[in-house]
């Protein structure tokens, strides 16, 4: 029932959390299906998103199919019990003369003995499938964790986008009054109040921009994970990416690179299964049939043991056998690829992760700079010592290094997220334990 746990992880944790409450209804439009709430975090983003998304149910029911796999397979040591029955004209004739039969009915009875492999290499490929789905399904809930968290991450990017650009039209409004005053007591003429308002509108086209793109990530979160939230909580702390080198990430824990290695041994398995059909299969039979004649009826009991050696099949077995090392060498490949995305993933999100870290600092001196410079350019506008274009130019320096910073900021979470699910670290790090499964009620 390993597949089931993990889907009670997301289902007891999102009772335990609440569906949080309703919010009062805003400017945005939620999507259909979609629940109003107050506030979400990180977490219960991705704990709804496990709830609703279909993958995880499709992979939960092929681990189903995997198990039931298993015990098809396990079938094959356990007694094969059939009832038969006939009725109709037969006519048996030897040398002590012709019978003839109106009807049969009988009990039979085989019990497989030894296959010298066959039955047990079809049990651990069946096995070693099951926990390649297990795997799958460990690598699907990483997935769309991290789909989620993406989708987060832009949600409060586009937050940040917009609320600094109202903040830069709020700055260059009072620009404008600055320079509305000027220009009544006569020291500077309405151009400046022209060109100020032709900034604003700018920078309000720009807003709009911003808004939509906002509205558009939240209706795909919303769609994800079937809530629309009024407020997101700022991200962990904890996905900020530690330094270190990309040689000691442990790939016997990811599961990407356990479901190929499940896949491997499962095709290894099938390997011996294939060369085991050409050894014999020892079976004990044993059946009892009534046979009801012409003029008398009588039982026929047998048990015997029986052995099935195959001669000679055209080559089919040996055919079989070099198709199931095809597939094991193919899957050995697969677990290199495996790890070889793995490593990708990870080395390109630790490499954008630092170049953004790197761009934030810039930006939040930048800013420290155009600040001061903004203050200055107001004192010496005010004084005549400056143009109304020096302090456009100015308003401009500090939008840019403001939105320089977000853009860098959020860049920096994106590749820390990316970061954590090549390294299957990112549900322990927003606060889901990964054994959480095993502690959890039975909720049949």
Avoid: C
């Avoid at 049990?123 to 699907?140: F, G, H, P, V, W």
């Avoid at 060369?275 to 009991?301: C, E, F, V």
Wanted: aromatic share 6%; proline share 3%; no cysteine.
């Amino acid at each position: 029932m390993g597949h089931m746990n993990f889907l009670r992880l997301s289902v007891a944790l999102i009772l335990f959390l609440g569906t949080a409450f309703y919010a009062a209804a805003s400017a945005y439009t939620s999507p259909p299906g979609t629940a109003k709430v107050v506030s979400t975090s990180l977490k219960d983003t991705i704990l709804f998103a496990f709830n609703r998304d279909p993958s995880i149910n499709q992979q939960a029911a092929q681990m189903g199919i995997g198990q039931a796999q298993i015990d098809e397979a396990k079938s094959g040591w356990m007694p094969q019990i059939s009832l038969s029955g006939n009725a109709g004209h037969s006519q048996t004739t030897d040398s002590s003369g012709s019978l003839k039969n109106s009807a049969a009915w009988g009990l039979s009875v085989s019990q497989l003995v030894y296959d010298f492999g066959k039955t047990t290499s079809a049990i651990n490929q069946s096995t070693a499938q099951r926990d390649s789905y297990r795997y799958q399904l460990m690598a699907t809930l990483s997935d769309v964790a991290e789909k989620t968290a993406l989708g987060y991450v832009e949600v409060k990017r586009y937050t940040e986008l917009s609320r600094a650009a109202r903040d830069n039209i709020t700055a260059l409004e009072n620009v404008q009054r600055l320079a509305h005053l000027r220009a009544t007591a006569g020291l500077s003429s309405t151009s400046d109040e022209l060109q100020t308002q032709t900034r604003i509108d700018g920078m309000r086209a720009t807003l709009e921009q911003y808004d939509a793109a906002l509205n558009s990530v939240r209706a795909r979160l919303a769609v994800l994970t079937g809530m629309d939230a009024s407020r997101f909580e700022p991200l962990p702390a904890a996905l900020e990416v530690q330094r270190e080198s990309l040689d000691n990430i442990d790939y016997t824990l990811i599961p990407s690179v356990m479901a190929a290695r499940s896949m491997e041994s499962s095709s290894q398995y099938a390997v011996e299964r294939a060369k085991s059909q050409h050894m014999p299969t020892l079976s004990l039979k044993g059946g009892r049939t009534r046979y009801q004649s012409d003029n008398r009826a009588y039982w026929d009991d047998q048990i015997q043991l029986s052995i099935d050696a195959p001669i000679y099949q055209g080559g089919a077995v040996t055919a079989r056998v070099r198709q199931a090392e095809g597939a094991r060498a193919m899957a050995s490949s697969q677990v290199d690829q495996a790890r070889f995305d793995v490593l990708q993933k990870a080395s390109v999100a630790m490499a954008d992760w630092a170049g953004a870290r790197g761009r934030l600092a810039v930006g939040i001196k930048q800013i420290a700079n155009a600040e001061r410079t903004r203050q200055v350019y107001k004192n010496e506008y005010t004084l005549s010592k400056r143009s109304i274009n020096d302090l456009l130019s100015v308003e401009q320096d500090v939008w840019q290094a403001t939105s320089s910073k977000i853009m860098a900021e959020y860049d920096s979470w994106t590749a820390a997220i990316n970061y954590a699910t090549a390294t299957d670290n990112l549900l322990p790090l927003i606060g889901i334990p990964k054994n959480a499964a095993t502690t959890l009620p039975d909720l049949g």
